[in-house]
């Protein structure tokens, strides 16, 4: 469970860091495809790494 708490962690920083960018008004047009590139690997690794590590755990076959 160690993976998926540094992976909400690490959504939770990175959401945090584009609403301050947002609400300054400091987010621009370069700084837009490092976030997308950003978001959409954190959900690939949701699929591919935390996914699979949390359901495995939730229901594995009790003997």
Same mark, same amino acid.
């Given at each position: 469970m160690? %993976? %998926?708490?540094?992976?909400?962690? !690490?959504? &939770?920083?990175?959401?945090? *860091?584009s609403?301050v ?5 400091? $987010? #621009?047009? %370069? $700084? ?8 959409? !690997?954190?959900?690939a690794? *949701?699929?591919?790494?935390? &996914?699979?590590l949390?359901? #495995? ?7």
């Amino acid at each position: 469970m160690k %993976a %998926a708490k540094i992976y909400a962690l !690490t959504w &939770l920083i990175v959401l945090t *860091g584009s609403v301050v960018l947002f609400g300054t008004g400091l $987010m #621009n047009e %370069a $700084m837009l495809p490092i976030f997308a590139f950003v978001v959409w !690997t954190l959900i690939a690794l *949701g699929f591919v790494g935390i &996914l699979p590590l949390v359901l #495995n755990r939730l229901f594995v076959p009790k003997l």
